[in-house]
């Protein structure tokens, strides 16, 4: 046994869970093709000032999450807390905005944040990221948000809260910076520390805090709705018309305003009952003027982010299917030293035929190999010994029923293609 271990906060995800991981991948890149998104695959670590300034400098991830390293050259990197300034990096940098617009681009992969490690809160976790860059039609944050939707039904979930706010734009965000200054001046004292510190730099994210006692001075605040420029109301109003009209269900939720700066005007959240304070599952919202921050031309952008831990310990929780763990098909074992090498030439063209198959290279006796054999969960053992060979067969041996029988070898793959 090694006497290293993980840092805190990461997890081995282990043969016995990742064939569920590759399940929600599997009805992901479906759902991501039937919404027309392409898969991209991203760098792990950018250059800090891209989540510093796309980000934002006052957000919790940036203030107190990244992991931030300087590389040998005495670059400031950053191991990636989320995808989105990635992915509008990726766009810009391989001027997407020339080709077809939006771009709609999806991807999934590891994020870091040095959080305090809870169920379903890590320092390493996998996000399945949804971007389309380059429109600003409200019709897009309806595909977005009915695209995570349309994903969480075909995983199963039930028990799901849709969240949707507008948190306005540079316009409107001074207004109701100032209504809730106001607000919450004569309420200051009894905020936490941290809400203390927000208030002059990032009022609008003491709404976010999870401090109980804060969520409920921060009831009656005036919401970010009531604060709209003309154009977002507009927007917003589409946005929910667009929902109404294919049939989505969704609560508008005037405190939502997540935990990231770039947001405008719509902010959405996923939320399911089974996972406690880590209740989020998904996580989106419109982010027109990211690019902007990040040095480029204005781009608007709409997409999504969803946490696949909390997906699969959700979909565990509520009993949704998996489908079936993958297993080996056929175990080959031989019965002794002297039909070893016909044994691992059946096991190859057993293999080569696309068949799952396996042997022992453990047990020294017959007794043992028969045990392995069982307990791969095979649905034959192929056994070859000097009789086999002598004939020119194989026995084939069901382990879940006993029955044997005798298969020609040279007809042993044509023989399980349709036993299987
Ligand atoms: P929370 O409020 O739970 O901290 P967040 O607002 O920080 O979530 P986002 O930045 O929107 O989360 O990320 C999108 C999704 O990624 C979340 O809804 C959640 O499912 C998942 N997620 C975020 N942080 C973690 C983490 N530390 N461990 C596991 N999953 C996470
Ligand atoms: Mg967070």
Known sequence: MSSIKAPRGVRDILPGESWKWEHVFSVTRKVAGDFDYREVHLPVFEHTELFSRGVGETT???EKEMYTFEDRSGRSLTLRPELSASMVRSYLENRMDKQHQPAKLWSAGPMFRYERPQKGRYRQFWQIDFEAIGSQDPLLDVESIELSLE??????????????????????????????????RPRLKELCESCRGRFDRNPLRILDCKNPTCQALTEDAPSTISCLCDE??????????????????????NRLVRGLDYYTKTAYEVLSGELGAQNAVCGGGRYDNLAESIGGPHTPGMGFAA????????MEEQGCS???????????????????????????DIRRAGIAADMDYTGRTLRARFKT???????????????????GKVTLKDLRSGEQQAVERAKLVDFLKTAL
């Open 151 to 184: 994903l969480f039904r075909r995983l199963g979930l039930s028990n799901l809260e849709v969240l949707v706010n507008s948190v306005g734009c540079p316009a409107c965000r001074p207004v109701h910076r100032k209504a809730l200054q106001d607000f919450l």
């Open 307 to 314: 946490g696949a831990e909390r997906i699969v310990l959700t």
């Open 322 to 348: 998996f489908g079936e763990p993958p297993r080996c098909d056929i175990f080959v074992v031989h019965a002794d030293d002297s039909s070893l090498e016909a044994a691992v030439s059946a096991l190859y």
């Open 373 to 391: 054999a069982g307990a791969s969960g095979a649905a034959f053992a192929c056994v070859l010994g000097p009789e086999e060979i002598a004939s």
């Open 232 to 253: 977002c109301a507009v927007h917003f109003d589409a946005v929910r018309k667009g929902l109404a009209m294919i049939g989505a269900s969704f609560e508008v939720d």
């Open 60 to 62: 919790d991830v940036v």
